[in-house]
């Protein structure tokens, strides 16, 4: 069975920095795609990063390019994103998923994934 979780988190001024983190536990595939999504009450959900195991490949949304990066810690195999130049239209909740995919235009999609809980991300200006 597969268990997603978030960590990290929390209230954050504009122009400040903040790391998400994500276990994607029973998930044992040797090559996926672990995502960040994000979604504001009352809009759609929008992928905002993603990683390829297999290939190391890195996706990001253009509203989130040269701000936002996402890694993995192959030690204990978390996967995070680290925020930096926050700002108020970053506020979201923010959502780990595990199978994801580049769907060209239409951006990241997880038609598939398996999703965890959330973590609220709240960037005041």
């Known amino acids: 069975q597969v268990h997603v979780e978030e960590s990290g988190g929390g209230s954050v001024q504009a122009g400040g920095s903040l790391k998400l983190s994500c276990v994607a536990y029973?998930?044992?595939?040797?090559?996926?795609?672990i995502g960040w999504f994000r979604q504001v009450l009352g809009k759609e959900r929008e992928g905002v990063a993603a990683?390829?195991?297999?290939?190391?490949?890195?996706y990001y949304a253009d509203s989130v390019k040269g701000r936002f990066t996402i890694s993995r810690d192959n030690a204990d195999n978390t996967f995070h994103l680290q925020m930096g130049s926050l700002k108020a239209e970053d506020t979201a909740m923010y959502y780990c998923?595990?199978?994801?995919?580049?769907?060209?235009?239409?951006?990241?999609?997880?038609?598939?994934?398996?999703w965890g809980q959330g973590t609220q991300v709240t960037v005041s200006s």
């Open positions: 998923v595990a199978d994801c995919m580049d769907s060209g235009v239409n951006g990241l999609t997880a038609p598939r994934g398996y």
């Open positions: 990683i390829w195991t297999g290939s190391g490949k890195t």
């Open positions: 029973g998930y044992t595939y040797p090559a996926y795609c």
